[in-house]
């Protein structure tokens, strides 16, 4: 199964991310892992990642230079850039909760339009593409001067980007493709990168290789950053709880300010997908489900964040520090589809000049492979938090500009929040309760909590006045459905 480009990292005024579309097909996406699968592909409701049983990952890596300047200088030779790609592996690989292991297989294979050796043409790119679709190789590329992309017709900004070009059946990632643009590292071409920043970047598209997508913790931080316009001097309490796998790049690099290379919620969700023995002896399990006011009705695509209970007596804040995060629903697709308009936007002649053979452009009776239907995971989340600490439970919206190649969580665009209040779970949770109200979830090695369940305030009935018998349900109803919220607490 071949699958769209992953976000790549895009310098600018302000860090963004973009998605590069290398393919025609765009897959659904979850909080915290990147493809979930369904009944129809994968395993329902579980996330695809590389088999644990077949480490190491075999990677290539491309035989030409990793940067040059525009005159052709090189800066980085090849054996410089590959150490430097074994070193940025090995980020992931370091981690104690996790098994995931590397292996250079050498050279990139010869394919049809690609001899071997440096890959510095759009041809060349496409046909070693092509081959990682094909799940042959899981290619390395050096675009050494920025000229591949340049041909690709992507923006030069873009720092970087992966593909998980084929998933298995069975829920595996087969093969994946990791390009790096060298002219940030060039000396010349601008802007610059210094190597800690452009490490950061590529890291953050490793850990799309290894099947994880975005997350959005300390959200504020980016705001206000823009809201001011000063950016690359952030926060320490904040950055230090701000994932590597946040959507855009907007801080100076974390190594550069004395944190670790991977925030407690990369730690947490590489831990979660490949787990190493001392996992379970180090992690425990909050989740639960977030509703609608009426307190049935699941709502997905809320970030629901785990944080650490701030220590008074230290001079951090662990509550910005220490957090992990996941989307509600986010084993549940985001594209089920339906067959009301499942032939649309006709065209002519069927089977020819890109037309399909069915004459219609799009069909989306099927709605995406990708995703559970199973209704059971629609407003769920569980989140892997270190134990041993207490944690409070925070729902948020998804940032509404996080959507298509920067999104997180699987409803791309994300919706607002219903109801609009940012909130807190709290031992009285109802619809009416005191969104800053807060309680603390103590955790034990290996524990699993269940039922920590919000209830949003503020959304509007399932019914409105301008439905048959709204009025009377609005009436009638809605006290009784408050009233056995307050009898079900008191009991």
């Known amino acids: ?24 097909s765009l897959g659904a996406y979850a909080g915290g892992p990147l493809f979930v699968g369904s009944t129809s592909f ?47 592996f090995q980020t992931w690989q370091g981690v104690p909760t996790a098994t995931i292991s590397f292996k250079n297989a050498g050279p990139l294979l010869a394919v049809s339009g690609f001899s071997g050796g440096d890959v510095n043409t759009a041809a060349k790119f496409n046909a070693v593409f092509g081959s990682c679709q094909s799940g042959n190789q899981s290619p390395i590329i050096f675009d050494a001067s920025g000229g591949i992309i340049a041909q690709l017709g992507i923006d030069p900004l873009v720092i970087g980007f992966s593909s998980q070009c084929k998933l298995s059946s069975n829920g595996y990632i087969v093969s994946d493709l990791i390009l790096l643009n060298g002219a940030f590292q060039n000396g010349v071409t601008q802007p610059q990168l210094t190597p800690n920043q452009f490490n950061q970047a590529i890291i953050h598209e490793m850990g799309h290789f290894l099947g994880l997508d975005h997350s959005q913790i300390n959200l504020n931080l980016f705001t206000t950053a823009v809201n001011s316009g000063q950016f690359g001097n952030c926060n320490l309490d904040e950055l230090a709880g701000l994932p590597l796998m946040f959507p855009v790049s907007f801080c100076q690099a974390r190594v550069d300010a004395g944190l670790p290379q991977l925030a407690p919620d990369d730690l947490a969700w590489i831990s979660k997908l490949y787990p190493s023995s001392s996992y379970s002896t180090s992690y425990a399990t909050i989740s639960g489900s977030i509703f609608f006011s009426d307190s049935k009705t699941p709502t997905q695509g809320i970030n629901v964040i785990a944080r650490e209970v701030d220590n008074s007596n230290t001079t951090q804040n662990e509550s910005f520090r220490l957090a992990v995060s996941a989307v509600s629903g986010y084993r549940f697709t985001g594209n089920p589809g339906q067959n009301v308009t499942s032939n649309y936007l006709a065209c002519s002649p069927p089977g020819q000049q890109g037309c399909p053979s069915s004459g219609f452009y799009d069909n989306n009776s099927g709605g995406s492979q990708f995703g559970s239907r199973n209704v059971a995971y629609y407003g769920t989340y569980d989140i892997p938090v270190l134990a041993g600490s207490s944690y409070t439970i925070q729902v948020e919206s998804v940032f509404s500009q996080f959507s298509g190649g920067s999104g997180v969580g699987p409803l791309r665009p994300p919706i607002p929040l219903p109801g609009g209040i940012p909130e807190f779970w709290n031992k009285q949770e109802s619809s009416y309760d005191d969104p800053t109200a807060s309680d603390s979830i103590p955790t034990t090695p290996g524990q699993a909590i269940t039922g920590v369940d919000v209830i949003l305030n503020g959304t509007n009935p399932i019914f409105d006045q301008y439905e048959d018998g709204a009025r009377l349900w609005k009436d009638q109803n809605i006290w009784e459905g408050e009233g056995r919220t307050r009898a079900s607490e008191e009991a």
């Open 1 to 24: 199964m071949k699958q769209c480009s992953r976000p790549a990292i895009r310098l600018g005024s302000v860090s963004v991310v973009v998605v590069v579309l290398i393919c025609s």
């Open 42 to 88: 994968g395993v329902d409701g579980q996330p695809f990642t590389w088999d644990p049983t077949a480490m190491p990952i075999q990677y290539r890596v491309d035989g030409g230079a990793m940067s040059v300047t525009p005159t052709g200088q090189t800066i980085i030779n090849n054996t410089a850039g590959l150490t430097r790609v074994q070193s940025m």
